[in-house]
């Protein structure tokens, strides 16, 4: 299995008091380390997303505003976007390395890219970048994102690999609504999104009946292990199997777990497991998943080794 990281991904930095911060990164790195899972893993630079990709999802007006906006920035003073969401002269540096790990980790799964020798399971990859993009809409950064780095994935799958059914599930506690914009503008999606969120909560859901391809599965404050993993089998793993996917991406935000301090299920590393095993039992495609958020640095560190383990 392929790990795709940058140590540009450390770049966004808006101040230490920010949740969404560098030693996200550096940590789990470390944790994986330590623990000897990054022997098992081949390791991978990203290269950094060209514009062209990134308007496959993302409108050219929007992504100019970005660039003045970075440009008009300084370390000291971000441009401000939303009270979360903050653009520093060096954040497009990493959000570019953050999405362009996901263009090759979907190279790299269906047998592509470079050679990297026989690695376990090379037709998995995880990729661990920041900042965050399932938030991140066509026209517009929020919550963190700023570009929607699984959506370029499955742009770029659809364009280069000849991939129809991709399939992209979210357990991030936060609603997907950025790549669920992304789903609902193309024509006719043949795309499977589904993501289960903390409801009501950050952000609004759509309103509305869910269009065929969109499946919520909402689920209140205080969810905890076995409410989570009856909605992975009756709600999840149904429609995803029923789908056939000829590729998987996972959200994989770990802001679900009990310790997280910004919501309010009370997951552990295990249900990550729980839920990984189970998407691996229900495809047999390839999988590249992308982490989301999961802003406890202990808890996020156990919870993508358990997710990185149950891939493996
Ligand atoms: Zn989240």
């Known amino acids: 299995m392929y790990f795709i990281t940058h140590p540009d991904c450390l770049l966004h930095d808006v101040g230490a008091w920010h949740p969404e911060r560098p030693a996200r990164l550096s940590h789990l790195s470390d944790y994986l380390i330590a623990s000897q899972r990054m022997t098992l893993l081949t390791r991978v630079d990203a290269p950094a997303a060209t514009r062209d990709q990134l308007l496959r999802v993302h409108s050219a007006a929007y992504l100019t505003r970005l660039e003045r906006l970075a440009t008009s920035a300084t370390t000291d003073a971000p ?5 979360d969401t903050m653009v520093t002269p060096h954040t497009l540096q990493a959000a570019r390395r953050a999405a362009g790990a996901v263009r090759l980790a979907v190279d790299l799964v269906f047998g592509g890219g470079e050679p990297r020798g026989a690695p376990l399971r090379p037709d998995r990859a995880f990729c ?17 994102c700023f570009y929607n780095n699984v959506a370029v994935g499955a742009a770029h799958a659809a ?6 059914r991709i399939a992209i599930v979210d357990f991030d506690v936060h609603h997907g609504n950025g790549t669920e914009d992304f789903v609902r503008g193309i024509p006719d999606s043949p795309l499977l999104f589904i993501s289960a969120f903390q409801h009501p909560f950050y952000p609004a859901v759509p309103e509305g009946p869910t269009p065929p391809g969109i499946v919520h599965v909402p689920l209140p404050a205080g969810t905890d292990g076995p409410t989570f993993r009856s909605a992975v089998a009756d709600q999840i793993l149904p429609p995803l199997a029923d789908y056939r996917p000829d590729l998987l991406f996972i959200s994989a935000g770990f802001d679900g777990h009990a310790a997280d301090p910004y919501a309010d299920w009370h997951l552990h590393e295990d249900d990550f497991a729980f839920i990984t095993e189970a998407l691996v039992a229900a495809t047999t495609c390839p999988i590249v998943s992308v982490l989301e958020g999961g802003y406890d640095l202990a808890a996020l560190d156990r919870s993508c080794a358990a997710h990185i383990d149950a891939l493996l």
């Open 79 to 83: 441009a401000v976007i939303d009270s």
């Open 128 to 144: 661990a970048v920041r900042p965050p993009g399932h938030h991140a809409l066509r026209s517009g950064a929020m919550g963190f």
């Open 159 to 164: 364009a280069h690999h000849d991939a129809r």
